[in-house]
Every structure is written in structure tokens, then in C-alpha cells.
């Protein structure tokens, strides 16, 4: 996912807009989405004022990863059409201050959603915000072309952590939600991968398009959109699921398959102009997947968990 332009002052110095775009607002809207989802639909009641906090401090842990992500690759950020308008390739924030509000924010976090919620949701917090600022961000994504699908976990951790907050444990559930977003961010990454290949190249970063070539992206998109569907028609089979919850999964995933065949059919003989049009348009059908996932999630439980 893009994140939101950022919005500067007349003299050039940091907004407040600038320092919302350091915390990656639309990856932290998914986090806090899916979090929500699964604390809503867990079988535990929680004090709907708690979990408002415990989805507040989430969504700042989450915003803490984006600064630690963005005070890291501030160097390839800078190299890249995509996010060379971030704040701090930009120069409107210091690096100094992008990792203290990073660590700062990450901590503060951790800390309050003990309090509001449990001390095993507070921790699996933060192993998410270091999975993602330090195994993710410093080792993996410059290190190997399956960076993206081991570094998805970290995304894919909020609605078991959303979970644990109202259980203080875990389940077969939150394990099939966190494995849908899992197998969900290869192809979603993959389909931007391949219409912005120059970026990451210029940029040295070893995706999957820059490493293997465009042909070798497409079967790894089919391949992880084949794995979606029984974890996505599974996860209707538990507790959480219904009707109403398979009738949009099996919608959604006849959708996804087809768009990834249409993918997987392409080829770099074909124009630029076509190729992108599908690249872009799976791109765009894959953020709606996941949406409609846990939208359906939501609508299933009939907002009767509290």
C-alpha cells in the first residue's frame, strides 16, 4: 500500500500532515481494521471503552513500525518514484526524530495495552513492531526476493493480537485470519511489484520482479492465489464463519482466481499499456479481497459480541 501525500507548510518545515504520513495511515488503517475484527468476534465479551483503547494502541503500534520503516529505508525511499515525497527523503523530518518517535511511540504502546487489555496481547505487540522494523525492514527486504512473503507476517499479526485482547489466548480463528492476510500479501505485493519494477530496481531491492523476472512474479501470484481459497472458505467453517461469511468468500475468491489466471496469462510481448491495466486492476481487486473478508467476518458475528 501507498501511503497519503504529506502536506508541508509554506517555509518547508514539517506539518502535522508530515508527521501523520511518518506513521504510514493507510497500512496502519488495515491494521487497525483487522485488529478490530478480531477482537470484536472473539468469544470473549470485552468493556467496549477497553477495546476502543486496545484497538487505539494497536493502530500506535502500528504507526510506530511505519516510523521505524521509514527512519531505515529513508535511503532507498529517496531513490524511488513511489515514496521519494515520504518526509524524510524529503528532508522535512530528521532521522533522529523519526527513530525517536518510533521507539518512543512503539513503547508507549506496548505499555498501555497491557494495562487496557493483558500483558500476552501487549507482548505479541511488540514482537510485532520488531519483526517488522528489524526483520522485515533491516534483513529481509534488502536481503532475499521472498522478502515480502516472510515479512507479510508482521501484517498479518493484528487480528490475533485484536484476539488475544479479549481471550488472552489464541485459536484455531485467529490462526486462519492471521494465515489469510499471510497468503494475501504475496500477490497483493506482487501485482504493485510488477508495474513499479523500475522502482525497486533503481532502488536495489531484491523483489521477486527485479530477481526472477516478471514471467517468474506471475506463477508466484497464481500459486498464492491458489492457496487463498481453502484458507479463506476454512476460516467460514469455524465458530466465526456463516452464511453470509461464505457466500462473499466464495464470490471473492472465484473473482481472485480468475484475475490471477489473467495474470499468470500474460506476457511481456504484449504492450505495456495492457499489461499494467491488469496489473493494476488485480492490484486493485486484491485490496478489496481482504476487506471484504473481514467485512463479511464482522457481519457475520451481527455486532452482538458486547
Not at 496502519?28 to 486496545?54: D, E, I, K, R, Y
Request: hydrophobic letters at 55%; proline letters at 6%; a neutral charge.
Amino acid at each position: 500500500m501507498s501511503d497519503v501525500p504529506h502536506s508541508t507548510s509554506a517555509t518547508g518545515e514539517a506539518g502535522f500532515g508530515d508527521y501523520v504520513a511518518l506513521l504510514k495511515p493507510r497500512v496502519m488503517s488495515l491494521v487497525v481494521f483487522t485488529a478490530f475484527v478480531g477482537l470484536w468476534v472473539a468469544p470473549v465479551p470485552m468493556n467496549p471503552f477497553l477495546a476502543f483503547c486496545a484497538v487505539l494502541f494497536i493502530a500506535l503500534g502500528g504507526g510506530a513500525s511505519g516510523a521505524l520503516n521509514m527512519w531505515y529505508e529513508r535511503d532507498i525511499d529517496a531513490l524511488m518514484r513511489r515514496t521519494r515525497n515520504r518526509p524524510l527523503p524529503a528532508g522535512l523530518i530528521e532521522p533522529d526524530a523519526a527513530l525517536g518517535i518510533g521507539l518512543g511511540l512503539g513503547g508507549f504502546a506496548v505499555m498501555l495495552l497491557g494495562l487496557a487489555a493483558n500483558w500476552f496481547a501487549a507482548g505479541f505487540l511488540a514482537f510485532t513492531i520488531f519483526f517488522y522494523a528489524v526483520v522485515y525492514t533491516m534483513w529481509l527486504k534488502r536481503s532475499t526476493p521472498q522478502n515480502i512473503v516472510i515479512g507479510g507476517a508482521a501484517g498479518a499479526f493484528p487480528p490475533m493480537i485484536g484476539w488475544a485482547c479479549a481471550t488472552g489466548g489464541l485459536g484455531v480463528e485467529p490462526l486462519l485470519m492471521f494465515a489469510l492476510t499471510f497468503f494475501w500479501t504475496p500477490p497483493h505485493f506482487w501485482a504493485l511489484a510488477l508495474f513499479v519494477k523500475d522502482d525497486y530496481s533503481n532502488a536495489g531491492v531484491p523483489m521477486l520482479t527485479v530477481t526472477h523476472g516478471r514471467p517468474a512474479a506471475r506463477r508466484q501470484i497464481f500459486a498464492y492465489t491458489l492457496l487463498l481459497v481453502p484458507v479463506a472458505l476454512g476460516l467460514g467453517l469455524t465458530s466465526i464463519g456463516g452464511p453470509v461469511y461464505m457466500t462473499v468468500a466464495i464470490v471473492m475468491n472465484a473473482l481472485f482466481l480468475r484475475g490471477g489466471w489473467q495474470i499468470l496469462r500474460r506476457t511481456d510481448a504484449e504492450s505495456e499499456a495492457d499489461r499494467h491495466a491488469a496489473e493494476r486492476g488485480f492490484f486493485k481487486l486484491s485490496l478489496y479481497y481482504l476487506f471484504a473478508h473481514f467485512l463479511a467476518l464482522l457481519v457475520q458475528s451481527g455486532f452482538g459480541g458486547w
